[in-house]
């Protein structure tokens, strides 16, 4: 049996999820996919789908980060959530960011974003990035108007 | 395909950048790819796996393994080139699974029985040091509207807790 636990809005909303985790709190955290500029197709976010409290009631979705609109552009790889935080890539102008998230500390407050770094050679981010237990982050990028990619290292 | 999912370039709005808070941290390029595009990475036994995706073959998987010494180059080795050829899986996507094995798992966004529709492939490594790995298709998906009608264009794999892989589609599957 399928239930829908909820419909993307587009617009700022968002639209085109990607994977979405399951975290310890019983959220979804997940992304959605920007697309052609300021059209129906959504807005590159980073979202929270928070469970009901009682069984049946809507799950509540709140939007942790928004990056806009862009063409096929938006945080597309899959997020890792470690310690509480939120880690993804997302492409932006230049190329792309590695982020982190960091949850507010105090309830309904924003989450603050940090770019581990910002790709400004056209490399794009993209796909399963790994995170180690010391911190660092690994993962690939393409920029296909040079015909190559790379693999990176982000270390704390 | 390729071009509604490959990750090409968006201008965004300028200011974007002016609430950017940078972190302290150190970046490194660890490896360039040359004509084919890494689309994920997947770390296992000490080493780093991936797939490649090129316009002018089938693509690749590869292993990334750490320089032996401090400083030095990392060593990338192609474990399998998917042959070009009717049937067989083709670009493959997403992020790969290690199998305790020592296999490999991944989906492909093309190849397979069903006209294109996209494979779940294993690949076991070979019996002897140096031997060729071993491609066998786990499934072939049906892509929209071919036989099977399980939805096409797999984009991602995920292992769940019994050792069952599942897989995300694209496009009418689940």
Redesign the interface.
């Given at each position: 049996m399928e239930t829908t636990l909820y419909t993307f809005q587009a617009f700022a909303d968002g639209a085109a999820p990607n994977?979405v985790i399951l975290g310890p709190d019983g959220s979804l955290y997940g992304t959605t996919l920007?697309l052609a500029p300021a059209s129906d197709n959504g807005a590159g976010t980073v979202f929270q789908l928070t469970p009901p409290g009682t069984p049946g009631a809507p799950w509540t979705k709140t939007i942790l980060k928004s990056?806009?609109?862009?063409?096929?552009?938006g945080p597309?790889?899959?997020l890792i959530l470690h310690n509480g935080d939120l880690y993804g890539a997302a492409?932006?102008?230049g190329?792309?960011?590695v982020f982190?998230l960091e949850p507010p500390s105090a309830p309904g407050g924003a989450w603050?974003?940090?770019?581990?770094?910002?790709f400004t050679d056209?490399q794009?981010p993209?796909?399963?990035?790994?995170l180690?237990k010391n911190g660092a982050i690994?993962?690939?990028?393409?920029d296909?108007?040079s015909?190559?990619?790379?693999?990176?290292?982000?270390?704390? | 395909m390729r071009t509604?999912?490959?990750?090409?370039?968006?201008?965004?709005?300028?200011p974007?950048?002016a609430?950017?808070?940078?972190?302290q941290?150190?970046?490194?390029?660890?490896?360039?790819?040359?004509?084919?595009?890494?689309?994920?990475?997947?770390?296992a036994n000490g080493a780093?796996y991936?797939a490649?995706y090129q316009y002018t073959s089938c693509g690749t998987v590869f292993e990334?393994q750490p320089p032996v010494a401090p400083g030095g180059a990392?060593t990338e080795t192609t474990l399998y080139a998917f042959p070009n050829t009717v049937g067989d899986p083709c670009e493959p996507y997403?992020?790969l699974v290690v199998g305790s094995n020592g296999a490999l798992y991944g989906v492909t966004e093309g190849g397979g029985a069903y006209d294109n529709g996209g494979t779940a492939y294993e690949l076991q490594p070979p019996t002897s040091l140096g031997g060729a790995w071993t491609e066998n298709v786990i499934y072939s998906f049906g892509g929209l509207g071919e036989p099977g009608g399980d939805g096409g264009f797999p984009t991602?794999l995920f292992r769940g807790p019994a050792g069952s892989l599942y897989v995300?589609t694209c496009c009418g599957g689940t």
């Open positions: 994977d920007g990056f806009g609109y862009g063409y096929n552009c597309d790889s899959p492409c932006l102008s190329g792309g960011v982190k603050t974003t940090t770019y581990l770094h910002h056209g794009v993209g796909g399963a990035m790994v180690t690994y993962g690939a990028t393409i296909e108007s015909g190559t990619g790379t693999i990176y290292e982000i270390a704390p | 509604s999912r490959a990750l090409t370039f968006a201008v965004l709005a300028a974007l950048l609430s950017i808070a940078f972190g941290s150190h970046f490194a390029t660890l490896y360039t790819f040359t004509g084919y595009y890494p689309t994920g990475l997947t770390y780093f991936g490649t990334l990392w997403g992020n991602g995300t």
